[in-house]
């Protein structure tokens, strides 16, 4: 057999400590899986006399992870500190740098170092492994990097953060607002305390800008991102959905279109009847769209200590399983000094359908105004509702617009033409609708 494969795990939080678990616990399987052991030879955290609820003594303890990744006896460095600077970073670096191979779950890492990264790595000719940096448990990044070759994809679109996803799984189920649900979020453990990075999209941002370079062979955006949080979505937009045959979810979606590639992260309605309209709470789920295979649809757990163990133990079976001296796939699936610069495509170019729910003062000559201002921008409406106003609210009422297909420059247009012309109680909403089978 051949020799056994050495570990050094930096981070024994939730998911460090949950490899270490699992690397003990299935050491048998892996062995025959792999045709090699796998022992974790070297660890680094930040208080060494925590309880991990693991017996991690047979390894070296290390305080410094850069340490770590420079001087252990170790073939893979695992990382799992999180954080896009600072110990993660440097350890990731000195770690490639070393020639050992790396793994990470480090979505913030790679959406801003991700390129400098796999340039030192195809460099060394050593792995750069990150699984679980994308939709947690899913392996999303396996099928778009291995098991999709000669497809070309035209849209990557998913459901990548489980609070979000959890938060609108509620606001729908139980009729209760965004506030209520957040906070509850919160006592569950599945929204942070300070939840901005989460619900205002940062995260779905960070995992779509490596979608993106995976599925269009380009350098790493995640500066350029079109982004819009979940905090404005009220009970009346989903109301309105429903009764439309659409579900509200956070997705991020990136796009080839002929003036660019779209990145954009957003609430959008999806046909109640779509399969990833059928993803309820805390799941994540990712749908690629190809030339060959049409649209796929890979959808499980996002997050969570064992979920992102096994897509972290998948990336280091990879590693004992890779024959020494055989070249490995390149780290984007294109070699890293080849990913084109991206270019964008503007986001008031963006064609598709939209819901406009707007707020109105019940007179006359409001809904012929609307339909006018939609009539001059070239929007084509698909339905336009007048809802009674809630006894309370007799002096306004609620007009409801799904348009055909259109542009984002013509809605904003017509929308700021109808704020003009001074028919509005209330701020406009705007949803955008996405296709999904
Ligand atoms: N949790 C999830 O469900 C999930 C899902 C997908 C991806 N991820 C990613 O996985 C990574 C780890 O997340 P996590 O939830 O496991 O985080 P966590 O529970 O906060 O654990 C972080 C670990 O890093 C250690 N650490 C922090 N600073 C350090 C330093 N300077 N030197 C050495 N060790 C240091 C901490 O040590 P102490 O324990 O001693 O404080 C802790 O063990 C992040 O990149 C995250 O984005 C997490």
Redesign the pocket.
């Known amino acids: 057999m051949a020799e056994a494969l050495r570990v050094g795990i930096?981070?024994?939080?939730?998911?460090?400590a949950s490899v270490a678990r699992v690397l003990r616990d299935k050491a048998a399987e892996l062995t025959r899986q792999c045709g090699r052991d796998i022992v974790v030879t070297a660890v680094?955290?930040?208080?060494r006399k925590?309880d991990r609820g693991i017996d991690l003594s047979a390894a070296t303890w290390f305080d410094d992870?850069v340490q770590m990744a420079e001087k252990a006896d170790i073939d893979v460095f695992v990382e799992?500190?999180?954080g896009d600077e600072g110990?993660a970073r440097l350890a990731v670096k000195a770690a490639l740098e070393a020639g050992r191979h790396v793994v990470t779950?480090?979505?913030?890492l790679l959406a801003k170092h991700g390129v400098a990264l796999a340039e030192i790595a195809e460099k060394k000719g050593v792995l750069l492994n990150y699984e679980?940096?994308v939709a947690?448990g899913i392996p999303v990044i396996k099928t778009m990097r291995e098991a999709m070759a000669g497809n070309a994809v035209t849209r990557v679109f998913g459901i990548l953060n489980g609070t979000c996803n959890y938060i609108l799984t509620r606001m729908e189920a139980e009729g209760i607002s965004f506030d209520a649900c957040l906070k509850d979020a919160q006592r569950l453990g599945y929204a942070e305390a300070d939840p901005t990075f989460d619900i205002e999209g940062h995260d779905t941002a960070h995992k779509l800008s490596i979608l993106t370079s995976l599925a269009f062979g380009t350098k790493i955006a995640a500066n350029d991102i079109y982004m819009e949080g979940i905090s404005n979505i009220s009970q009346a937009d989903i109301r309105a959905a429903a009764d439309l045959g659409y579900r509200i979810k956070l997705l991020g979606v990136a796009q080839r279109t002929d003036s660019g590639i779209e990145q954009r992260v957003h609430p959008t309605m999806v046909p109640t009847a779509s399969v990833i309209a059928q993803v309820h709470g805390v799941t994540n789920a990712v749908a690629i769209e190809t030339d060959i295979l049409g649209e796929l649809l890979l959808s499980g757990p996002g997050?969570?200590?064992n979920a992102?163990a096994s897509a972290v133990i998948g990336d280091i079976a990879d590693i004992a399983k890779s024959r020494p001296g055989f070249q490995h796939a390149p780290v984007f699936g294109w070699p890293a000094k080849e990913l084109k610069p991206y270019k964008k495509a503007r986001m008031r170019s963006h064609a598709g359908g939209y819901f406009i729910r707007l707020t109105v003062h019940d007179r006359t000559g409001v809904f012929a105004a609307i339909a006018k201002r939609m009539a001059d921008n070239d929007i084509s409406l698909e339905s336009i509702v007048q809802q009674a106003a809630a006894p309370e609210t007799q002096a306004q009422k609620t007009v409801i617009l799904v348009t055909h297909e259109t542009t984002e420059a013509a809605v904003r247009k017509a929308v700021e033409g109808i704020t003009k012309d001074g028919h509005l109680t209330d701020k406009p909403q705007v949803i955008r609708i996405e296709r999904a089978e």
């Not at 930096?10 to 460090?16: H, K, M, S």
């Open positions: 930096a981070g024994l939080g939730t998911v460090g680094s955290a930040r208080d925590r992870p799992l500190i999180g110990p779950a480090n979505k913030a679980a940096a947690g997050a969570g200590g992102t």
